[in-house]
């Protein structure tokens, strides 16, 4: 029997992983320059701190979740990471440090979504949360750390979209008036969009369907709705991305799903990915820490598919960077050979050369065929001949030119190109 991943996920195939360590690497020293940190929280926690975040109406949380009962716990893959975050700041009593709490994560999460082009039910996130402050500036400072890890990878023509939610407030009067206009269209919604109305109106806002869609502009909903200090907050924010010379766009439509978000709200989007995905998104969440039982603290934040930006990079960058390149391919010929073939294997690595060597049998040809010979520099080959003499065959396989060389010089040779 033949077994196969599950549905919704992905092997990494060794000629991929260079690509995600790339990226991780650059993600790292990015986060580094801002002063964040890694944090590495468990992959499954308690069920119900997402339904307490994200909200016991979303998607997420009724639809969404890789749920793991055992005896009586209930626990489930995380389906994102900020409120695992949020729940090791309050548990480590992390605010007792001084200042704003800067971490920054990457990992797989998990979803129960029906698999489709471009949706995994195992992805990866790359993201941080800065807790510890009201400031716009961090909120800023957030949405411009995003575009730099963005420019980092190489990739361009992403587009920032803003918008603010408002405080608490600000979103029920929202939420309340927005039912009561969608109501009136409400049998000319998509079916999902009905529903939402009454559970999850904000997420009406973000439905594809192009019925929807029109209705929803047709509303003209993008009138003032904050109150003021949030709009002061807001102008900060937006003053912050020009500072740092950030192109962003504003869109008043632009709600994010989750019901943890105050404030701040931010989507980065990209012509290679379709409509329905974003590179990212992010925002600001005031509530949270509270809401899981810590004191009152301002935090915002925002997450990469690592998956989306791959598909950002395109094809082309991907081919460039394929694979490391083997320095030395060994191959012994016959028995004894083999012995003192081990031994130069062990110095050229003690050495930090990078080598291997050729554990399988057949004529010389079919041996040095496997020798990738775009990848590798050069093939040493030993036989008796030369085990007598001390010697080896030192093949340049792009020059296509060989010599015999001195097993005690070996290291030298070969470090030396
Ligand atoms: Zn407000
Ligand atoms: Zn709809």
Request: aromatic share 8%.
């Amino acid at each position: 029997m033949l077994f196969k991943s599950p549905r919704g996920t992905k092997d990494i195939l060794p000629q991929e992983s260079g690509n995600w360590q790339r990226i991780e690497e650059k993600a790292r020293a990015v986060f580094s320059l801002f002063a964040y940190e890694e944090i590495r929280t468990p992959i499954i926690e308690e069920s119900k701190l997402f339904s307490r975040s994200l909200g016991d109406l979303t998607d997420i949380v009724q639809k969404q979740m890789f749920l793991i009962k055992k005896e009586t716990d209930t626990f489930v893959l995380r389906p994102e990471a900020t409120a695992s975050i949020v729940r090791s700041y309050v548990e480590n009593t992390l605010y007792n440090v001084a200042g704003v709490s800067k971490f920054y994560y990457m990992g797989p999460m998990f979803r129960a979504e029906r698999p489709q082009k471009g949706r995994l039910r195992q992805f990866h996130h790359i993201g941080c949360e800065a807790i510890g402050s009201y400031s716009p500036y961090l909120d800023s400072e957030s949405v411009y750390l995003a575009s730099k890890i963005i420019s980092a990878l190489g990739i361009s023509g992403h587009d920032i979209i803003v918008n603010s939610l408002g405080c608490i407030n600000d979103k029920k009067s929202f939420a309340l008036n927005l039912r009561e206009k969608l109501l009136v269209h409400k049998k000319s919604f998509c079916e999902d969009c009905q529903s939402r109305i009454a559970k999850n109106v904000f997420r009406v806002l973000d439905c594809k369907n192009r019925q929807c869609k029109d209705i929803v502009l047709s509303l003209n909903l993008g009138a003032s709705r904050i109150c003021g200090d949030c709009q002061k907050h807001f102008d900060q924010v937006k003053a912050g991305l020009d500072l740092f010379g950030v192109n962003y766009q504003v869109n008043p439509l632009l709600v994010r799903g989750l019901d943890y978000y105050t404030r701040t709200v931010f989507e980065i989007t990209h012509k290679n990915l379709g409509s329905q995905d974003a590179l990212g998104a992010g925002g600001r969440y005031d509530n949270l820490v509270e809401e899981l039982g810590g004191p009152a603290r301002g935090a915002v934040g925002f997450a990469l598919g690592v998956e989306r930006l791959l598909l950002a990079r395109g094809e082309s960058q991907v081919q460039e960077e394929q694979g490391s390149v083997l320095h030395c391919y060994i191959i012994p010929l016959g028995d004894e050979a083999l012995k003192t073939c081990l031994k130069v294997l062990q110095l050229l690595r003690d050495n930090g050369i990078r080598s291997d060597l050729d554990y399988l049998d057949g004529s010389l040809k079919s041996r040095m065929g496997r020798a990738d010979k775009n990848r590798t520099k050069f093939c040493l080959i030993i036989g008796d001949n030369e085990l007598a003499k001390g010697t080896g065959i030192l093949k340049n396989m792009s020059a296509r030119t060989q010599e015999e060389v001195k097993l005690s010089e070996i290291v030298k040779k070969i470090g030396e190109t």
